[in-house]
């Protein structure tokens, strides 16, 4: 009661809070640098010299945020809607920052752009690489790529609300829904920090599951903890430069996409399914959306594959092609083979799976079917309400009604999403870059998917951008994380006006 009578007779009270904020961000730079602990003891375990940059940047990373803690007194701790839009935004990019600094110092260096362009990749679970030669990195740095993608998996922000008592007010909810993915959001206890910590414990037993899982197979126990980090949060990163199909494992390639499709479900919907019945999956649109989604790709891509004469044995119309389908869909962007050389009709349809992606709520990238099931439903509606005026009825998602306003945000966000990678390929194009390769790396990074074509493809990576692009992409798969809305928000002046 005293804070909300406070923000009503303070004159400030439509101020942004810039001194929480820097508060918050310095908090999250300690975080970090804990993260950025793990991988300095893998290269002292290995024996490997690039434990120095890790020790460098730690102590700048701590150090910086120490100071920013410190030295920051906000006269109140209430954030407000605008406080945590503009908090969602910065905190990824300050995350990707101070995250590229391992690459700018290792053995193996890069440069500014293109070590932003890896972290960012990795904080988005975009998974799009610069770096040609990944084997040649060293486990640390194999570790700190595999931990970024874990990291921006369920959000930094959702991990934030977990760990950090400053916001576990009321600005806590501005935070939840400036970051979470989709069309609603459930919360899953009466607190959101409540909710969240739910939400990472159901992420970090998956992944240590994933584990074991691998390990029990053709996979030595780094590489099942680098590819576990990277699979439940749909990332996409890999240990080697042929990605999954270095290991030509059945096995592998089955588990892995068993734990893609989960990492695409909502997780909320996981853990109410664990708390109630597991018939709350099937009850779910979205969810039976998604599951006959997969299916009819499936077939298209087998009648493909068995047309174009590229069947090979059982694994070449069972495993592979599903294993591709999940890896589009939840933006995962793992490879298995040539899927290219399988015809412009997979090319095509590798096009849809990645626009539409999975479910709200959970790891994945792109448009989420949870927009593009209410856009149909929504088309429906208004074919019969033409042929029957008086009909009345309403269009429902999982049995929540979606209002006027609710549908014309989805319909925005798709016209931007839509827009923005258009403007990633032309941007492409004008840099010189074939149309083909240039829309799909757009497409690759709005989406948060990582998966290229040509130029970006299997043997290649996006290191063939130029500096500028590397830039512009960097730029497009923060948007795509924050779902779009968020981030250009931000270059409104009415955002800006007290």
Not at 238 to 265: C, Q, R, W
Request: glycine share 8%; charged share 10%; hydrophobic share 50%.
């Amino acid at each position: 009661m005293t804070s909300m009578k406070y923000l009503i007779t303070n004159p400030r009270s439509n101020v942004i809070n810039h001194r929480l904020i820097l508060k918050v961000l310095g908090q999250l730079l300690m975080i970090e640098a804990a993260f950025l602990s793990l991988p300095l003891l893998v290269c002292l375990i290995y024996g490997e010299h690039d434990w120095t940059a890790f020790a460098i940047v730690i102590a700048l990373t701590f150090s910086t945020g120490l100071a920013a803690n410190f030295f920051s007194h906000p006269e109140n701790r209430i954030l407000k809607r605008r406080d945590g839009m503009l908090l969602a935004s910065i905190a990824w990019i300050v995350f990707s920052l101070f995250g590229m600094l391992p690459f700018l110092l290792c053995s193996t260096p890069l440069n500014v752009s293109e070590a932003f362009f890896e972290a960012m990749s990795g904080f988005t679970t975009t998974g799009a690489t610069v770096i040609r030669d990944v084997e040649s990195c060293s486990k640390g740095i194999l570790v700190w790529r595999s931990l970024t993608q874990w990291i921006g998996g369920l959000g930094i922000i959702l991990f934030t609300l977990t760990f950090i008592p400053t916001l576990n007010n009321s600005g806590s909810l501005m935070l939840f829904h400036a970051e979470a993915t989709g069309i609603t959001h459930d919360k899953l206890a009466a607190r959101i920090n409540r909710t969240a910590k739910m939400l990472w414990g159901l992420y970090s037993l998956l992944t240590l599951v994933l584990i074991l899982l691998l390990w029990c197979g053709p996979i030595d126990f780094f590489d099942s903890v680098c590819h576990s980090l990277t699979c439940i949060s749909t990332g996409g990163y890999s240990t080697h430069n042929d990605s999954i199909a270095s290991y030509e494992s059945p096995y592998i390639k089955t588990i892995l996409t068993l734990f893609m499709f989960i990492g695409g479900v909502s997780f909320s919907l996981i853990i109410i399914a664990v708390r109630q019945s597991w018939r709350e999956f099937w009850r779910n649109d979205v969810f039976r959306t998604f599951v006959y989604t997969i299916g009819v790709f499936y077939v298209m891509v087998v009648a493909a594959i068995i047309y174009r004469h590229h069947y090979t044995g059982w694994q070449s119309i069972t495993i592979d092609p599903l294993f591709h389908i999940v890896s589009a869909m939840t933006s995962t962007g793992y490879s298995a083979g040539n899927w290219e050389g399988w015809g412009i009709l997979v090319l095509t349809l590798t096009f849809f799976m990645m626009y539409m992606g999975a479910c709200a709520g959970s790891t994945t990238g792109g448009a989420k079917l949870d927009r593009l099931l209410y856009l149909a439903k929504n088309f429906l509606f208004v074919v019969r309400k033409y042929v029957r005026p008086r009909l009345l009825t309403s269009v429902d998602v999982n049995g929540q009604h979606i209002n006027e306003e609710r549908g014309s945000e989805i319909a925005a966000f798709i016209f931007i999403y839509t827009l923005l990678i258009v403007v990633g390929g032309v941007v492409l194009v004008a840099e010189g870059f074939p149309i083909v390769d240039a829309f799909f790396s757009s497409f690759s990074c709005v989406s948060n998917n990582g998966l290229g074509a040509g130029i970006t493809g299997i043997t290649g990576s996006f290191d063939f951008l130029p500096a500028s692009g590397k830039w512009v992409m960097s730029g497009l798969m923060l948007a795509g994380r924050l779902e779009i809305i968020t981030l250009i928000t931000l270059f409104t002046p009415s955002f800006w006006r007290n």
